[in-house]
């Protein structure tokens, strides 16, 4: 891993993820009722319930509006969640006010080019190994797995290793 990511990974306090293509693999399910179904990954749901044993706060900033966000949200113990947000910015500045956060605080995952002002912003980014290429310029690193099949998961380790908070959440030493 390279040096400068796991220096940026140390200083992390807030995780912001955007949810389809990110927490999910970016496939919309409509039901024949008009539900919306949406599949998420188990791996990265423990990869968030670690960062907030750890006292990392993760926050979802997402363009859509879905029942099953809030579900999810709710499952994960995650209380900033932001939908049909279309300025992501606005809410990373609350959200930088809130818990006390400089940009170097923060890591962002994303995966299109609605995430590009985040990705300028955030101290640490990241994107899916299926983003889309201007995402995929713009992040220091891009994971070696999809969105919504281990991405998150793969971010939320590196996080917790360099804070050092890997042992006390994980159970596991590294010895």
Same mark, same amino acid.
């Given at each position: 891993?390279?040096? &400068? =990511?796991? $220096?940026?990974?140390?200083?992390?306090k807030?995780? *912001?993820l955007?949810?389809?293509?990110?927490?999910?693999? @970016?496939?919309?399910i409509?039901?024949n009722?008009?539900? &919306? !179904? /949406?599949?998420?990954?188990?791996?990265?749901?423990?990869?968030?319930?670690?960062?907030?044993?750890?006292?990392i706060?993760?926050? *979802?900033?997402?363009?859509?509006?879905? +029942?099953?966000?809030?579900?999810?949200?709710? %499952?994960?113990? *995650?209380? %900033?969640?932001?939908? /049909? =947000?279309?300025?992501?910015?606005? *809410?990373? &500045?609350?959200? !930088?006010?809130?818990?006390k956060? &400089?940009? $170097?605080?923060?890591?962002f995952?994303g995966?299109?080019?609605?995430?590009?002002? !985040?990705f300028?912003?955030? @101290?640490?980014?990241?994107?899916?190994?299926?983003?889309?290429?201007?995402? /995929? +310029?713009?992040?220091?690193? =891009?994971?070696?797995?999809? @969105?919504?099949?281990?991405?998150?998961?793969?971010?939320?380790?590196? =996080?917790? +290793?360099?804070? @050092?908070?890997?042992?006390?959440?994980s159970g596991e030493? !590294?010895?």
């Amino acid at each position: 891993m390279d040096k &400068e =990511i796991i $220096e940026k990974a140390g200083n992390i306090k807030l995780l *912001i993820l955007d949810v389809d293509g990110v927490m999910t693999d @970016g496939s919309i399910i409509l039901d024949n009722d008009g539900n &919306e !179904l /949406k599949r998420f990954h188990v791996r990265d749901g423990h990869g968030i319930k670690m960062l907030g044993r750890a006292g990392i706060v993760t926050a *979802i900033i997402t363009g859509r509006k879905s +029942k099953v966000v809030e579900l999810r949200a709710k %499952e994960l113990g *995650i209380k %900033e969640v932001y939908q /049909k =947000i279309f300025v992501k910015s606005e *809410i990373y &500045e609350k959200l !930088l006010v809130k818990y006390k956060c &400089e940009n $170097e605080n923060v890591a962002f995952m994303g995966d299109d080019v609605v995430d590009q002002e !985040l990705f300028k912003r955030a @101290g640490l980014t990241a994107a899916p190994a299926d983003a889309e290429e201007s995402a /995929k +310029k713009l992040a220091d690193m =891009i994971s070696s797995r999809n @969105g919504g099949r281990g991405a998150v998961r793969e971010f939320t380790d590196i =996080i917790l +290793k360099a804070t @050092g908070k890997w042992n006390k959440v994980s159970g596991e030493s !590294l010895g």
